[in-house]
């Protein structure tokens, strides 16, 4: 199966950083998700990535997929309030009819 | 638009108990999973459904059995309610083919006592 391997497992930044969380994959990802989660809520997809080298935007978050697609980082510019919570990465071997996900990473920004 | 309904939101059990969580998409979706999600571990999957009529093992499959009833509904059972079982659980499903979206319900939080 699957493995995915988030880090940092937790962050705490100033309002106004900028910050990276990385997710490693043990097998060549397919389809590589970001979700957000406030507490005790759902999660809220963010975006997905499927080719080696793509990089998606939305808002003041960018992912990216590296070359060799095992590897993807989740970027904030300017961290607010707002995007505290648990960010997690998933992916699907192929179909996605097996989505696995990562430990998650805790981000708390302070005002 | 429901999206992905999951039924009850809190549940209290005493250890040995039986329960039934429910899970319900409107989206048409074929698949279909459930995960619990404990501090520190993120989403382990229980069980999946990749179509209507077939359930597979996740990765922590033991304690629990589900039913996928229909193309809409995927149900998840603890015949046994041990204290180990005292997580959060969300249910999710994703439509058929490469790398599709995966929408979550607002999950579960069932305490065993």
């Known amino acids: 199966s699957q493995e995915l391997e988030q880090s940092p497992q937790s962050l705490i930044v100033q309002e106004g950083k900028n910050l990276t969380i990385n997710c490693t994959s043990s097998?060549?990802?397919?389809?590589l998700y970001w979700y957000k989660q406030k507490y005790g809520e759902g999660l809220i997809f963010l975006m997905m990535?499927?080719?080696?080298?793509e990089e998606k935007s939305h808002e003041k978050i960018t992912a990216k997929l590296d070359e060799k697609k095992q590897q993807s980082s989740l970027h904030i510019t300017a961290s607010q309030p707002s995007h505290a919570g648990i960010y997690l990465c998933?992916?699907?071997?192929?179909?996605?009819?097996?989505?696995?996900f990562g430990e998650g990473t805790q981000l708390t920004v302070n005002p | 638009n429901a999206g992905v309904t999951q039924t009850p939101k809190f549940q209290v059990l005493k250890t040995g108990q039986s329960m039934t969580l429910q899970c319900a998409q409107d989206?048409?979706?074929?698949?279909m999973y459930w995960y619990r999600q404990d501090p520190g571990m993120g989403l382990r999957l229980i069980y999946y459904?990749?179509?209507?009529?077939?359930?597979d093992k996740g990765e922590v499959p033991n304690g629990y059995n589900v039913s996928r009833l229909n193309k809409r509904e995927f149900s998840l059972r603890l015949e046994s309610a041990a204290p180990s079982q005292t997580s959060v659980y969300f249910c999710?499903?994703?439509?058929?083919?490469?790398?599709?979206?995966?929408?979550f319900g607002q999950g579960t939080r069932l305490t065993v006592v």
């Open positions: 999710a499903s994703s439509g058929r083919g490469m790398n599709t979206e995966a929408f």
């Open positions: 097998k060549t990802l397919y389809g």
């Open positions: 990535l499927q080719k080696g080298g």
């Open positions: 998933g992916a699907g071997p192929t179909s996605g009819s097996r989505l696995t």
């Open positions: 989206m048409n979706h074929n698949s």
């Open positions: 459904s990749a179509s209507e009529g077939t359930t």
